[in-house]
């Protein structure tokens, strides 16, 4: 069955770097768009960021662009959010999520999530 | 960036009623290839979201016949038919005709 897991979370000071991952299995994770998407503490979804199934193509929301990088290591089936310059509203759950298709926007399986807290 | 506004904001409802969620965006969600890229997710209490229904009207996989997605252009609906107490949550409404995905702000059900 799909599974994917996040891991990398963790409290970090503002200004501070972060790298989440996210295992894939269950699916070839090289045919699939792969996201980000966060939820600040009692708070709705905000998309993060997208990219494609072979990598050639990465989009970003406007509050994270410049300062996170999306990537992907299709032969460790491998999902990555590095995150820099941190900021306090950056603090939130993280999803890792499988597009359905090139980039649907149908998130068919998601992580149980990962969560950041950007705090001195 | 496409607004996606949801209404109510929350609502509670006795089981075995109807209950319906109202989605409205800043712009049309139909796309020059004829699909509409509206989509609605649950987010139970504890858990990570999952998808209900896919442009507009289609049923993912393994989703009771008791939700049904309505709606074209800018105004959409969720309903449940009669609402069951696994049906708890938050539910999210997201559009992906354009980047950034964006979804409302979300409508709480709750079991009366």
């Known amino acids: 069955q799909v599974q994917l897991v996040e891991s990398g979370g963790g409290v970090v000071q503002p200004g501070g770097s972060l790298r989440l991952s996210c295992a894939a299995s269950?699916?070839?994770?090289?045919?699939?768009?792969m996201h980000w998407v966060r939820q600040a503490p009692g708070k709705g979804l905000e998309w993060v960021a997208f990219?494609?199934?072979?990598?050639?193509?990465?989009y970003y929301a406007d509050s994270v662009k410049g300062r996170f990088t999306i990537s992907r290591d299709n032969s460790k089936n491998t999902l990555y959010l590095q995150m820099s310059s941190l900021r306090a509203e950056d603090t939130a759950v993280y999803y890792c999520?499988?597009?359905?298709?090139?980039?649907?926007?149908?998130?068919?399986?998601w992580g149980q999530g990962t969560l950041v807290t950007v705090s001195s | 960036d496409i607004v996606m506004t949801q209404t109510p904001l929350s609502l509670s409802v006795t089981p075995g009623q109807p209950a319906s969620i109202s989605c409205k965006s800043s712009q049309s969600l139909l796309h020059s290839d004829g699909k509409t890229y509206l989509y609605w997710y649950l987010q139970k209490p504890g858990q990570s979201p999952q998808v209900l229904i896919y442009e507009v009207s289609n049923r993912f996989s393994g989703v009771p016949d008791r939700f049904s997605g309505s709606g074209s252009g800018t105004d959409f609906t969720l309903k449940i038919s009669r609402v069951e107490a696994e049906d708890v949550g938050i539910y999210y409404c997201?559009?992906?005709?354009?980047?950034?995905?964006?979804f409302g702000g979300g409508t709480k059900v709750e079991i009366k």
């Open positions: 999520a499988k597009d359905w298709g090139l980039l649907t926007g149908l998130f068919d399986y």
């Open positions: 997201m559009q992906s005709i354009q980047l950034p995905l964006t």
């Open positions: 990219i494609r199934y072979d990598g050639s193509n990465k």
């Open positions: 269950g699916f070839t994770f090289t045919y699939y768009g």
